[in-house]
């Protein structure tokens, strides 16, 4: 069962697979997104992506090394992508 997502959602998650779709169909990509507290999940290229519902993405890093947790936020679709 896929997961409801909102259209900036649909938008960041397609553009994420259009960048690196790991083998897999859009479709088989999508059936991979986990949710989160408020924010959806996704595992794309070693990291969990979250996806907010206004489409911007945070990358979730673990450094296995010193097992720190680091994350990272892309700007909103709306501010770099017209």
Request: hydrophobic residues 30%.
């Amino acid at each position: 069962m896929m997961i409801t997502l909102t259209r900036p959602q649909r938008v960041s998650l397609h553009r994420k697979w259009c960048q690196e779709g790991q083998g897999k169909s859009y479709r088989q990509f999508r059936k991979t997104v986990k949710t989160g507290w408020d924010c959806v999940m996704v595992r794309w290229c070693g990291m969990w992506l979250g996806i907010e519902p206004d489409g911007v993405t945070l990358i979730r890093k673990i450094n296995q090394a010193h097992d720190t947790r680091m994350c990272y936020t892309i700007h909103s679709l709306k501010q770099y992508h017209r």
